[in-house]
Nanobody, 112 residues
Framework: HVQLVESGGGSVQDGGSLKLSCVAS????????LAWFRQVPGKEREGVVGLDDDGSTTYADFAEGRFTVSLDNAKTTLILQLNSLKTEDTAMYYC???????WGLGTQVTVS
């Protein structure tokens, strides 16, 4: 069973940046659909961005132009660069390998 571990969350001021990492316990091989989601207590989880094995990305409207997803060359770490953060970006952020059904436990991002 592949484990995904997120890190990089924290507390920043409005307009700040954070870099989230999602480390997989083994190389992400073959076909994949990786994604970042976020959730605020009491609200539904929402997709932030998806990354397919052909390199295509799909960003939520709120993420377009501010957030950037990438996968390292070793294909073990999924990165989410968060720029121009707003208070409404405060949430727990989760990474997932959608095709395999693997999820991390999340990393908290707080913007004030």
């Amino acid at each position: 069973h592949v484990q995904l571990v997120e890190s990089g969350g924290g507390s920043v001021q409005d307009g700040g940046s954070l870099k989230l990492s999602c480390v997989a316990s083994e190389k992400i091989a073959g076909s994949y659909c990786l994604a970042w989601f976020r959730q605020v207590p009491g609200k539904e989880r929402e997709g932030v961005v998806g990354l397919d094995d052909d390199g295509s990305t799909t960003y939520a409207d709120f993420a377009e132009g501010r957030f950037t997803v990438s996968l390292d060359n070793a294909k073990t770490t999924l990165i989410l660069q968060l720029n121009s953060l707003k208070t409404e970006d405060t949430a727990m952020y989760y990474c997932a390998n959608i095709l395999r059904g693997y999820w991390g436990l999340g990393t908290q991002v707080t913007v004030s």
